[in-house]
């Protein structure tokens, strides 16, 4: 099993920045990709970033191109999520997920590990 615990999320202003946070425990050694996805009210689960671990080849929604940034920390088993010029359309809940495989665009299929969420809320 794997564990997630993300932080980082809170309250800003349009066109301000915050940084997520994601701290894996358990078998780590058994993922490949981390991914961000977010979920506002009444809308579907849809990915932001994910990055293959070790390589780091990462890929982003159109949305966050640009703007956000998904890096990780190997040796803090940590995933970070760099937001800038944030929007009001980017509140919603954040959530961390890591799978044995990325599927190269952002699809849910290959995350089989999710943390609890943080809410980022962007205000205009």
């Known amino acids: 099993q794997v564990q997630l615990v993300e932080s980082g999320g809170g309250s800003v202003q349009a066109g301000g920045s915050l940084r997520l946070s994601c701290a894996a425990s358990?078998?780590?050694?058994?993922?490949?990709?981390m991914a961000w996805f977010r979920q506002a009210p009444g809308k579907e689960r849809e990915g932001v970033a994910e990055?293959?671990?070790?390589?780091?080849?990462?890929f982003y929604a159109d949305s966050v191109k640009g703007r956000f940034t998904i890096s990780q920390d190997a040796a803090r088993n940590t995933l970070y999520l760099q937001m800038n010029s944030l929007k009001p359309e980017d509140t919603a809940m954040y959530y961390c997920?890591?799978?044995?495989?990325?599927?190269?665009?952002?699809?849910?299929?290959?995350?089989?590990?999710w943390g609890q969420g943080t809410q980022v809320t962007v205000s205009s």
């Open positions: 990055i293959a671990i070790g390589i780091r080849r990462t």
């Open positions: 358990g078998y780590t050694y058994s993922i490949y990709c």
């Open positions: 997920a890591a799978g044995t495989y990325c599927s190269g665009n952002l699809h849910l299929r290959p995350y089989n590990y």
